[in-house]
């Protein structure tokens, strides 16, 4: 009986360390995604959505600094959304301004329609040629 109560705490230990060590590894996974720069957060967005997403049309409804608004229609309901286009200036085609009111192309989620992109490293649905005219304007 003497030697059992030896052999005891080690194997105590031994159970407390196997059940602590995933414990741990899950913590440090857990502070180690928590980390992560925003930036990155939003670049595995786009990119999640340009490879998965469906495509579908928007409006550009205005731009500002670094952020690009506009509007779509998903199964009969009208979203209004922004990007943050800050990381992909070179990306938009001549001047921001020209693309107010223009109709583009979009990527969004199936599963939650809200999550689109105009616009990603790998993809862009900003259409670069002339804007059309009114029906019934002659030049």
């Known amino acids: 009986m003497f030697e059992s109560s030896q052999t005891f705490p080690a194997t105590g230990a031994l159970v407390i360390g196997a059940v602590s060590l995933p414990v741990v590894a ?37 731009i500002t600094g670094d952020t690009i608004f506009y509007e779509y229609s998903v199964r009969g309901i009208t979203y209004t959304a922004s990007q943050d286009i800050s990381k992909l200036r070179e990306l938009i085609p001549g001047d921001p301004e020209r693309l107010i009111g ?11 329609p809200a999550n689109s992109i105009l616009l990603c490293e790998e993809w862009s649905g900003l259409r670069a040629g002339p804007a059309t005219q ?4 002659l030049s």
């Open 102 to 112: 223009r109709p583009a192309s979009l990527k969004y989620s199936s599963q939650n």
């Open 134 to 137: 009114p029906s019934g304007m």
């Open 26 to 62: 899950a913590g440090v996974y857990i502070v180690l995604r928590l980390r992560r720069k925003p930036k990155d957060k939003e670049q595995r967005r786009r990119l999640e959505v340009n490879s998965n997403g469906r495509l579908g049309d928007a409006t550009i409804l205005e």
